[in-house]
């Protein structure tokens, strides 16, 4: 089967975003190894405490895929004004949801922490994590809008600008809050989340500053805010709920699985929140490439071109498992020497060789898996992505509670969740896919 979409527009997509992942993940590394440099504890903290506010910003940045798909079928459609009203409603509702999380972090996030964290010295660490970083939720949110808009309309390169605007600023700020450098108080741990806060302001500035510029501002009737429309926003609800819930779970069962982690010791944590940092680094090409897949096949469905999203779909692939291949491979080759960027503690870099190579294996699956399964929402099925990702996680959760929980088997056993996980997500949106049970749906 052939399509219109070729290799290039899928690369102009996808190669922007990369990029980008590329800069965000940047913060990531720098963040991990800054805090390396300060211990255990704190990488152990800053695992939990990122791991928490991830988790809860995941039910905006869902809301934003959904968005995303429903700008993209607008965009096929040829149908420019509805966009920027979608958008509008979007920023409205996300920051309805930040004050609602905000204020019960605020009010119950302490004893959460207090609750489900043995460590004591870990639940402090990231106490101090958590209530510095929650108040950039406001601008995160706002970002994954913009975010929605761009890859949705399928001009992603400010998606690169801004996001290199934000590593800049947390980079600069991460060595000068963190350490007390350049005359700026020493906040240790909080210096890390204050400096991503105020990154993720840069970021939405930059948002601003772009769109003023540079977009047709009436065209797609951005910023106009004069009709609130319930039917509206309850349209992208539809399409955006299930995937709002799909990634808050997503993100819940990762964070569980480092509170099982936790149980074991502070080193176990701690090795897992570096594997962590350079899983999300395997993963880059994944991000940029299941982003362009979600909105070229809601677009080529918008199109009136059902019979090309599976060769679309294989398109991506090719171009997604070989970028993939790309990462993999050096670091399979080096880990040693990748681990050390991290940490000099002997011990950590040879517990965490072995996490290395099954994470690089891992990451080949997942470039089929989250290829197929972004395939599945762009065709606006979101509530089969649910389903197909609650499918996947409770046999996640289930592999990880036994094998540690029970068996009491070593860090290096746990992490291969991520394989069994991969296949699971690969052959269940594949099935879906072939079963051509998404054809004539309307979003």
């Known amino acids: 089967m052939?399509?219109?979409i070729s290799y290039s527009r899928v690369w102009s997509i996808a190669y922007?975003?990369?990029?980008?992942?590329?800069?965000?993940n940047v913060i990531n590394v720098t963040d991990t190894a800054f805090l390396g440099h300060l211990g255990e504890t704190a990488l152990g903290g800053g695992a939990i405490g990122g791991l928490f506010y991830m988790t809860?910003?995941?039910?905006?940045?869902?809301?934003g895929v959904g968005t995303q798909i429903v700008v993209a079928r607008r965009y096929g459609e040829e149908q420019y004004r509805p966009i920027g009203r979608t958008i509008e409603h979007g920023f409205l509702f996300l920051m309805t949801l930040a004050l609602v999380i905000f204020l019960l972090v605020k009010l119950f996030g302490n004893q959460l922490l207090m609750y489900i964290v043995d460590s004591e010295s870990i639940v402090n660490t990231s106490r101090e994590f958590i209530n510095f970083r929650i108040w950039g939720i406001f601008f995160a949110h706002t970002n994954f809008l913009f975010r929605a808009f761009y890859v949705g309309i399928s001009r992603t390169r400010v998606i690169t600008l801004t996001t290199i605007v934000m590593v800049l600023v947390n980079v600069f700020l991460d060595y000068s809050l963190m350490f007390g450098n350049f005359g700026f108080p020493e906040l240790g741990v909080g210096g890390a989340a204050l400096a991503s806060v105020i990154a993720e302001i840069s970021c939405t500035l930059a948002f601003i500053a772009y769109t003023l510029l540079r977009v047709p501002i009436k065209k797609y009737r951005l910023f106009s805010f004069k009709v609130f429309s319930i039917r509206l926003l309850m349209r992208t609800l539809k399409v955006s709920i299930p995937m709002m819930l799909l990634n808050f779970i997503s993100f819940s069962v990762w964070f569980i699985f480092f509170l099982i982690i936790e149980k074991r010791g502070e080193s176990e944590l701690a090795i897992s929140n570096i594997v962590r940092s350079v899983y999300v680094i395997l993963l880059i090409p994944i991000m940029g490439f299941s982003s362009a897949t979600s909105s070229l096949v809601s677009y080529v469905i918008g199109k009136g071109r059902e019979n090309e999203v599976l060769a679309t779909i294989g398109k991506i692939l090719?171009?997604?498992?070989?970028?993939?291949?790309l990462i993999v491979l050096p670091c399979s080759i080096f880990p040693e020497q990748l681990l050390s960027i991290y940490t000099r503690d002997a011990h950590l870099i040879s517990m965490g060789v072995p996490l290395i190579y099954i994470i690089a294996f891992s990451s080949v699956l997942l470039g089929f898996g989250n290829i197929l399964f972004s395939g599945v929402s762009g065709t606006g099925k979101t509530n089969i992505s649910l389903g197909i990702e609650i499918g996947a996680l409770t046999l996640y959760v289930g592999y990880t509670a036994l094998m540690v929980g029970y068996f009491?088997?070593?860090?290096?056993?746990a992490?291969?969740?991520e394989i069994l996980y991969a296949l699971l997500l690969s052959l269940l949106s594949y099935?879906?896919?072939k079963s051509n049970r998404w054809v004539g749906l309307r979003v």
């Open 56 to 63: 809860l910003i995941m039910l905006g940045w869902g809301f």
């Open 408 to 413: 009491n088997v070593s860090v290096t056993v």
């Open 431 to 433: 099935a879906y896919l």
């Open 16 to 24: 922007p975003i990369i990029i980008g992942s590329v800069a965000q």
């Open 415 to 417: 992490w291969t969740v």
């Open 2 to 4: 052939k399509t219109s």
């Open 318 to 325: 090719v171009l997604c498992v070989a970028g993939v291949l």
